[in-house]
């Protein structure tokens, strides 16, 4: 009896110790986490204050961004608004401009008309040997040639038919300068156009003799600049024909078109394609009846 109330007393402090180990460990853990809490607390309170004082210079480096970039957008505004008004200037003086050269086109029109009507009488002939036809019987023997002619193909009886002629341009070898020659009257002067064209070429001595008109350099220089225009017309069977300015004419479904340049004539035969494509040509008779029956016309170009 008395040995089992021995192992009991020795069981029970064992227990003791341990709960008092237990215990003392607990309370060591406990304070190990008490300690580790501060730590971590301090750590972030210094991290907190670190983290500011980046932040503050951050921010205002960020304001002073964001005003920048409200500055660029106010003047990315202002230039835009510039831009619009700079388009819209030029939009407006290119059409000063284009309304300024047909100002300038039909001024020459009337110059080079008067300079025409000064001509009206004149020819220019070209292929009349030099060799055959000289200087100081030109207009003798071109008289004789173009009352010849006139007679047997026309009828017409001449006298006196030139008033003057005489040879234009530089001295060339191979080729006889041109002749000008001035007529009594101007019918005579279309008379003879008309049988030109007909025949195409004119013969005198064996020698093959173009007939023009005389017309001004400026009207000449104007045909020139539209020789695309004319061969482009030509590929779509579209009649033109030439005004005494120089000026292609074109008359196209009740309405008159007209170029003078290179450019004018690109418009010309752009407007003439749209016309005579099915659907607009389509669209164009509807509007034309319409028109009509309102009493209007299609605008002159």
């Known amino acids: 009896m008395a040995e089992v109330k021995q192992e009991i007393n020795r069981r029970l402090k064992r227990r003791d110790v341990e709960e008092v180990s237990m215990a003392s460990d607990s309370a060591s853990k406990n304070i190990d986490i008490l300690m580790f809490e501060t730590l971590i607390t301090d750590a972030l309170e210094r991290l907190s ?14 304001q002073e961004i964001n005003h920048k970039l409200e500055a660029i957008a106010e003047e990315t505004r202002k230039a835009k608004e510039m831009a619009q008004y700079n388009t819209e200037a030029i939009a407006g003086m290119e059409r000063a401009v284009l309304l300024q050269q047909e100002e300038i086109s039909r001024h020459q029109d009337k110059i080079i008309q008067l300079e025409t009507c000064l001509r ?3 020819l220019k002939l070209r292929g009349v040997a030099e ?3 000289p200087s100081d019987n030109l207009s003798h023997t071109l008289s004789e040639w173009l ?3 006139l007679q047997l193909e026309t009828g017409t009886k001449a006298i006196n038919l030139i008033e003057n002629a005489y040879r234009v341009g530089k001295q ?4 006889p300068r041109d002749v000008i020659v001035e007529l009594n009257n101007t019918s005579m002067r279309e008379k003879i156009l008309s049988l030109a064209k007909k025949r195409r070429t004119l ?3 064996n020698s093959k003799i173009l007939v023009f008109p005389d017309l001004p350099a400026e009207a000449m220089q104007r045909r020139r600049s539209l020789k695309e225009t004319t061969a482009t017309l030509h590929s779509m069977d579209q009649r033109y024909k030439w005004a005494l300015s120089g000026r292609l004419i074109v008359n196209l479904q009740g309405t008159t078109y007209s170029a003078f340049d290179e450019n004018s004539g690109l418009k010309l035969i752009q407007a003439i394609k749209a016309i005579k494509e099915p659907g607009n040509r389509k669209k164009r008779q509807r509007r034309h009846t319409s028109s009509s029956e309102a009493g209007g016309s299609d605008p002159l170009m």
């Not at 204050?49 to 960020?62: E, G, R, S, Y």
């Open 49 to 62: 204050d670190k983290v500011a004082t980046m932040i503050d210079p951050i921010n205002l480096q960020l």
């Open 120 to 122: 009206e009488k004149r």
């Open 131 to 133: 060799d055959l036809c």
């Open 147 to 149: 009352t010849t002619l």
């Open 172 to 175: 060339r070898q191979k080729e």
């Open 203 to 205: 013969n005198l001595h």
